[in-house]
């Protein structure tokens, strides 16, 4: 007999189920002041169709981060600052490297390019990975894989434009000289007077190492001499990181790369792993019945696939999760060719970044501090749209619910859910009347009242009498 339609496919369609932090899964009774309807709503983020607003919602992203990135460029082509120096600083007398190691044209293949070829073959081709049951219409699949590919590509553009507007905004700021600036000046030394700078500088007969302004440069190629005033911090440092760094935590998530560990409980482990799977609610017990419909026919069978709701499969589980007592046996190792994989774009990243250095195009602090702002961008761009490495089974987060696509506003939990998804009643105590405890509650609290009252109050009668 075939299983009875399973309302929460809507929710797993884009939405992955979550869990607590020690491994229980978010439900009704699990998550505060929230209210997971099993039945999907026209217009509720458990709909089975995304709505134009939350489209509109997604595009606005993507012509911010567009927006955003023109700026950087514009700030590139702004004149810096220009830092006063000396004709005699040996950190800035490296000679200019006509050919660089890692030109514009393939730090922009190797952080942009080869990232969103990478997650795209990723995406349609391990999305939504082994955990799909069999049975799993194909519209489900695929939106699931697009929706990874969007999540992925969106954190990816974040990464890149959070350290590229930064690195540009600061390079012109500080106007610090790179290693290579006397290369690229061709300081007009005989003229040193008339060029002094700084405090207490008298002209002397002389030069002995005083600070001169950017005017003595006779370099006819004003945009050579700029960049020659942009070295902190490395901008090819910071977008490599961006990037490449974000491309590593990408494959780390979707190749469940992980450092083990144990779990506090047995059950928390069936509960993670059920709950990470693709499709939860389509999942099915031995007796062939999904956690959806099961969940419909009690309202409390499905809660935990992990105890069947036949007696003698429920003692099997329990003597199976008895035997479980080696915690060597929780976790285990992934295998190193997945890890090799994950952190060869880090070490491309390592490799651009080195490279300023013997290019004598950045001084080492420089180097540093863009790789630094590169890291910073990539994790908060993954996490902005992905689920924790070690949590999240690979999944990104789902999308913003209908209401809150734009908006969510004080006392929202979340923007994944509507407001009419919401339990809010008007106060707390009307909150417990929602459950049969809070009724009972009610109903003694009503049953003092009645004996308060002077009407109702007899002197003879003691709360305490037996």
């Not at 995304?50 to 004149?79: C, E, F, H, R």
């Not at 489900?140 to 969106?154: A, D, F, P, Q």
């Not at 035997?323 to 046996?329: F, G, K, L, M």
Request: charged content about 15%; proline content about 7%; glycine content about 6%.
């Amino acid at each position: 007999m075939p299983a009875p339609q399973d309302p929460e496919d809507r929710q797993n369609l884009l939405h992955p189920a979550s869990y607590t932090a020690d491994g229980r899964q978010h439900s009704a009774a699990t998550t505060p002041d929230m209210k997971f309807p099993s039945m999907a709503r026209p217009g509720s983020q458990y709909s089975n169709k995304i709505t134009m607003v939350q489209i509109l919602s997604y595009a606005l992203d993507w012509i911010i981060l567009i927006i955003v990135g023109v700026a950087g460029t514009l700030l590139n082509k702004v004149p810096p600052n220009k830092r006063p120096f000396s004709l005699q600083d040996l950190n800035i007398s490296f000679p200019f490297a006509e050919k660089e190691t890692v030109n514009s044209f393939w730090l922009l293949m190797c952080n942009a390019v080869f990232p969103i070829v990478i997650i795209l073959f990723v995406a349609l081709v391990f999305v939504p990975g082994s955990t799909v049951p069999k049975g799993t219409p194909k519209r489900l699949i695929w939106n699931r894989k697009l929706w990874e590919l969007h999540t992925g590509w969106l954190g990816l553009a974040l990464s890149l434009i959070t350290a590229w507007i930064v690195t540009s905004g600061m390079k012109n700021m500080n106007g610090r000289p790179r290693p290579d600036l006397l290369s690229r000046c061709l300081a007009d030394a005989e003229n040193w007077r008339q060029h002094l700078a700084g405090y207490n500088n008298p002209p002397t007969d002389s030069y002995h190492g005083q600070l001169v302004k950017a005017t003595i440069c006779t370099q006819t190629d004003h945009e050579k001499l700029d960049d020659g005033f942009r070295s902190y911090p490395s901008g090819h440092s910071s977008s490599a990181a961006a990037g490449l760094i974000y491309l590593s935590l990408f494959l780390a998530s979707k190749f469940a790369l992980t450092i083990p560990f144990v779990l506090p409980e047995s059950d928390a482990a069936a509960s993670m792993a059920e709950s990470a799977a693709a499709f939860p609610s389509r999942l099915r017990n031995n007796r062939g019945t999904t956690a959806a419909s099961r969940a419909a026919g009690n309202g409390q069978a499905g809660d935990n696939l992990s105890y069947p709701d036949d007696p003698e499969m429920s003692q099997q589980v329990a003597t199976h999760h008895s035997q479980i007592i080696a915690v060597r046996r929780q976790a285990a190792a992934p295998p190193l060719y997945l890890l090799l994989l994950a952190v060869l774009p880090f070490f491309t990243a390592v490799f651009i970044a080195s490279s300023r250095w013997f290019d004598f195009r950045h001084h080492a602090f420089d180097i540093l501090f863009g790789f630094f702002i590169g890291v910073v961008s990539a994790w908060f761009a993954f996490r902005f749209y992905h689920l924790p490495l070690r949590s999240g089974a690979g999944w990104s987060w789902g999308p913003r619910s209908h209401d809150k696509a734009f908006w969510a506003g004080m006392g929202s939990y979340t923007y994944a859910t509507n407001h009419q998804d919401w339990d809010t009643p008007r106060d707390d105590e009307e909150r417990m009347m929602t459950t049969g405890r809070g009724q009972n509650i009610e109903l003694e609290n009503r049953n003092r009242s009645k004996l308060s009252t002077p009407e109702n109050t007899d002197t003879s009668y003691s709360p305490h009498a037996r």
